[in-house]
């Protein structure tokens, strides 16, 4: 069973300060992987998607990739309150019969 | 461009009853997908179609759900008779082409609360 894990939290940060989510995986064949921001109630929408292995940054967003310890980041800089919300990790295999694997999410708060 | 759009937004039913959900996807999305979403967890894909073909319908309990993309665009998904733990938001999302590393973009969700 490929599986996607990450902490539940909630994970509190303060304001202006850098939120860092982590989720571990469990199939090493996993090439693509992505970051979904969901607010409560709402659909999921991607924030970032990152391929190859290190860092990849957009704007306040920067996904890590470790694929030799199975292992992709989310670090958010200059944390907002509108920052708050659960935050999807999800992977998918090489073709297009690999279907995408959600975790749990975890749920970030930003305190003021 | 619209966003992908189902309906009804909300539906509550008894168990035992049959309910059926719309998605329209992003036009020119060739791949379009059904998801679960029991609170607390991650969306889980049902079925994934490319264009009207299905690729992978391996987690849909097909004893009592259904999904149909007849004309390659629009899709229903149905559950008959719905069980106490078929409550969930079931999510549609579309894609371009479907291949793995293509955006997935969401729709509103259908919640569905079975009594």
């Known amino acids: 069973q490929k599986e996607v894990e990450q902490n539940s939290g909630p994970l509190s940060v303060p304001e202006g300060a850098i939120a860092s989510l982590n989720c571990t995986y469990s199939?090493?064949?996993?090439?693509?992987f992505f970051w979904y921001r969901q607010y409560s109630g709402k659909s999921p929408e991607l924030i970032m998607s990152?391929?190859?292995?290190g860092d990849k940054e957009d704007g306040r967003f920067t996904a890590q990739l470790n694929k030799a310890s199975q292992y992709v980041s989310l670090l958010i800089r200059d944390s907002q309150p509108s920052d708050s919300a659960t935050y999807l990790c999800a992977v998918t295999g090489y073709s297009s019969a690999s279907k995408i694997i959600f975790g749990s999410g975890t749920r970030l708060s930003i305190r003021p | 461009e619209a966003g992908v759009a189902q309906s009804p937004r909300y539906k509550i039913i008894e168990k035992r009853q049959s309910v059926a959900f719309w998605c329209n996807p992003i036009s020119g999305h060739a791949t379009l997908y059904w998801y679960q979403q029991i609170l607390g967890q991650g969306p889980k894909l049902l079925i994934q179609?490319?264009?009207?073909?299905?690729?992978?319908d391996s987690q849909l309990p097909k004893d009592r759900f259904s999904a149909e993309r007849l004309k390659g665009v629009d899709s229903t998904l149905k559950i008959q008779p719905a069980k106490l733990e078929d409550s969930a938001v079931y999510l549609c999302?579309?894609?371009?082409?479907?291949?793995?590393?293509?955006?997935?973009?969401f729709g509103p969700g259908t919640r569905l609360t079975v009594l």
């Open positions: 999302a579309s894609s371009r082409r479907g291949a793995s590393s293509d955006t997935q973009y």
């Open positions: 199939d090493r064949g996993s090439q693509s």
């Open positions: 179609f490319q264009n009207n073909g299905v690729v992978d």
């Open positions: 990152i391929y190859s292995n």
